[in-house]
C-alpha cells in the first residue's frame, strides 16, 4: 500500500534517505560503511546489492538476456537497452542548458560540457597532455606505446586510431565520399575537401606573421617559412644538397638516378620537371605566352622576358668581383669569367685547339672541314667566317 499512499517510514540516520522497506533502507546503509557483501567467485569483484553481482556474472558467462525488437542488438543491462531504444526512437532526454545540445545519453552530455567548462580531467603520466575523454587518452596513449591495434586485412597496415583505418581502406575500395557541390569533385577524406572549397572560395585562413604571405594550407605556410628561417630538412644522402620541401628533393634525386618521367608525346624529348615539359611543348605548339608591354617582343619561357626587359631598362645584374664587368646576362658573365681564369672549355676533337667560347670552336671546326658560309660574287673567293668576308669587301670597294 505504501506505493500507493508515498509512505516511506524507513529513514537513514546518516542522511536523509528514507524508504518504504526495511531491505532497502538495509542496501543503502551499505553506501556509508562501505560493506559489500556480495562478491564474485569468478574474479572476486564485490558489491553491497546482490542485483549488481548477477549482472556482474553475465561479463563472465556472456549471457545478454535484453533483446532490441527492432534490430535484435542485445545487452547484459536493461538500462543498457533503454539506451539503445533511443537510437531508434530519436529521443534525446538529457540537454545542455548553455547551448541547446541535446544526447541520449547522460555521459555524453557530461562530456559535452566540458567544452563549455573546458575541463580536461584525464592526464598523461608521461608528458601531462590532459584532455576531456577517456577514449582520447586512451589513444594518446598509444603515441608513447607504440600500440596499433587497428590492422588493415588486405596490406597489414596498422594504425593506433580506427578513423586512420577506415580513411586507410578507402585506398583499397577507391570510395570518395566527400564531394564538392561546385565542381563534382570527390575524395576520400573530409579534410582534403575543406581545403579544395578554398580554390573555389579564395580563401587563405594561414598567413605568415612576418611578410603577410597567407595561403590556403598549412603545409604551404611551414613551407614558406623556411624562407625566412633558412631551415631545409632535406637533404641529398648522395651530395649533401638540401632543400625546404621534399618535392624539391625528389626532382634533385633525378640529377642522380637520371630518371625522366615526363615524355613529350610529339617527340623524343622527356625531362625529369614537369615545367620544363611544359615549357618544351611550346616548341610544337608555337605558344608565346610571355609579352613585353614595351615593344611587343614574345617568347616562351618567363626567364627569357625577365632578360629581354633589362634591354628596355639597362640593368645589368651579373657583376664580375674583379674587373667591374657586368652584364644582362649571366651567361654573358660566365663567357666573361674566362678572361680572368683562362678556363677553355671547348676543345677540338681533331687537333686539340680549345677556346673559350662554343661560337669560336664552330669557327675554328670549318678549318679541318673546308666548309664556307660566305662567297665573293665578284671574284669568288669564300671564307669560313663572316669577319674576314667583310675585310674581303673592302678590298673590291677601294678598287673603285
Sequence with gaps: MRTHTGEKPHSCEVCEYSCSQKSQLVTHMRTHTGEKPHSCEVCGYSCYRKSNLVTHMRTHTGEKPHSCEVCGYSCSQKSQLVTHMRTHTGEKSHSCGECGYSCYLKSILVTHMRTHTGEKPHSCEVCGYSCSQKSNLVTHMRTHTGEKPHSCEVCGYSSSQKSHLVTHMRTHTGEKPHSCGECGYSCSLKSILVRHMRTHTGEKPHSCEVCGYSCSQKSKLLTHMRNHTGEKPHSCEVCGYSCS????????????????????????????????????????????????????????????????????????????????????????????????????????????????????????????????????????????????????????????
Excluded at 327 to 346: N, W
Excluded at 347 to 375: D, F, I, N, P
Aim: with cysteine; proline share 3%.
Design 245 to 400: 620541401e621534399k618535392s624539391k628533393l625528389v626532382i634533385h634525386m633525378r640529377t642522380h638516378t637520371g630518371e625522366k618521367p615526363h615524355s613529350c608525346e610529339v617527340c623524343e624529348y622527356s625531362s625529369s620537371q614537369k615545367s620544363q615539359l611544359v615549357t618544351h611543348m611550346r616548341t610544337h605548339t608555337g605558344e608565346k605566352p610571355h609579352f613585353c608591354e614595351v615593344c611587343g617582343y614574345c617568347c616562351s619561357r618567363k626567364s627569357h622576358l625577365v632578360s629581354h626587359m633589362r634591354i628596355h631598362t639597362g640593368e645589368k645584374p651579373h657583376s664580375c668581383q674583379m674587373c667591374g664587368y657586368s652584364s644582362s646576362y649571366k651567361y654573358s658573365l660566365v663567357r666573361h669569367m674566362r678572361t680572368h681564369t683562362g678556363e677553355k672549355p671547348y676543345c677540338c676533337k681533331v687537333c686539340g685547339y680549345s677556346c673559350s667560347q662554343s661560337s669560336a670552336l664552330v669557327r675554328h671546326m670549318r678549318t679541318h672541314t673546308g666548309e664556307t658560309l660566305s662567297s665573293c660574287e665578284v671574284s669568288k673567293y669564300s671564307c669560313s667566317q663572316t669577319s674576314t668576308f667583310v675585310t674581303h669587301r673592302r678590298t673590291h670597294i677601294e678598287e673603285n
